[in-house]
């Protein structure tokens, strides 16, 4: 079984072009020969002699890959979804807008297949197995092939031991300050409120939950504290006579109880003995 079929193989995350090594992007590769062994330098003209040269990368850093290539004229409107290739020119070079190359990029999970590889040749004739025919584009036939691609493994951020410590430690971080909006209310007039009302009421207001809910109101709010005067013990003077009434209280035994308590139930035990009386049968004859 093939690598390509196994799906070991880095998907196409750009194509560009570029005037030659130099502008060509260091994670870029540069086909500089085509597949039949000729110079793959795409000329505007045949008077000009700089010319430019298509290049491709496998960079899986940005997360985005090439799903498709499609090759349109300049009186076709580009394919939703799709856009044109970037250039890396030097100042004066310009790429021809006769035809063009559109490449179809997507994030690498949203798709299975991908560009796997692109390649050129200058003869029309020639076939390359398991590619896909693009077009002609200055002179030569631009192929690609798609299939499955690998993701790359992800690696492990390492970490750092002092934050690991500190999830570790028993310390609870301290609780957030409350927001305060930045444009409060303008304050009331003292000459309506008493100085120590409007205290009172600033206060109240630093207490209230800033979101206006009702979590932090309860039906004791406001409600001042007192002990009634009947249990007051220091008020009414009953101190003496509650510390007089625990010394008289008794702790009796369980000897003591049962001598209290004790019951030995005689009444029940001779009502229990009676005999009740009997009617002899002589004395029912004589009655009839």
């Known amino acids: 079984m093939s690598l390509m079929e196994h799906g070991g193989v880095r998907p196409i995350t750009a194509v560009a072009w570029t005037?030659?090594?130099?502008?060509?992007?260091?994670?870029?590769?540069?086909?500089?020969?085509?597949?039949?062994?000729?110079?793959?330098?795409?000329?505007?003209?045949?008077?000009?002699?700089?010319?430019?040269?298509?290049?491709?990368?496998?960079?899986?850093?940005?997360?985005?890959?090439?799903?498709?290539?499609?090759?349109?004229?300049d009186k076709d409107s580009i394919p939703h979804g799709y856009c044109y290739m970037a250039e890396y020119l030097e100042p004066k070079a310009s790429v021809s807008k006769k035809k063009r190359v559109c490449v179809q990029v997507v994030p690498v999970g949203s798709v299975d297949t991908a560009v796997l590889d692109i390649k050129l040749t200058a003869k029309s004739k020639m076939m390359l197995q398991h590619y896909t025919y693009v077009g002609d584009v200055h002179g030569y036939v631009l192929w690609c092939r798609k299939g499955h691609?690998?993701?790359?493994?992800p690696q492990a951020k390492p970490r750092s031991v002092s934050l690991d410590l500190h999830r570790l430690s028993l310390e609870q971080p301290s609780a957030p300050l409350p927001l305060r909006p930045?444009?409060?209310?303008?304050?009331?007039?003292?000459s309506k409120l008493s100085q120590r009302r409007s205290s009172l009421h600033t206060k109240d207001n630093l207490d209230k939950p800033v979101d206006s809910s009702m979590q932090g109101i309860t039906a004791l709010d406001g409600v001042p504290f007192s002990l009634h005067p009947k249990f007051d013990v220091q008020a009414n003077g009953a101190a003496f006579q509650l510390?007089?009434?625990?010394?008289?209280?008794?702790?009796?035994?369980?000897?003591?109880?049962?001598?209290?308590?004790?019951?030995?139930?005689?009444v029940e035990e001779s009502a229990a003995k009676r005999t009740r009386p009997t009617v002899t049968t002589g004395a029912a004859s004589s009655a009839q």
């Open 149 to 153: 691609f690998s993701n790359p493994i």
């Open 182 to 190: 930045s444009n409060p209310p303008p304050p009331l007039p003292h």
């Open 19 to 73: 005037s030659n090594t130099g502008t060509c992007p260091k994670d870029f590769t540069l086909i500089s020969i085509t597949e039949d062994g000729a110079t793959a330098n795409f000329t505007r003209s045949f008077g000009m002699k700089s010319g430019y040269y298509l290049c491709y990368s496998k960079d899986m850093s940005g997360g985005m890959v090439v799903s498709d290539i499609q090759l349109i004229s």
């Open 243 to 266: 510390n007089s009434q625990l010394n008289n209280i008794r702790i009796k035994s369980l000897q003591d109880i049962e001598n209290e308590y004790n019951y030995t139930f005689v």
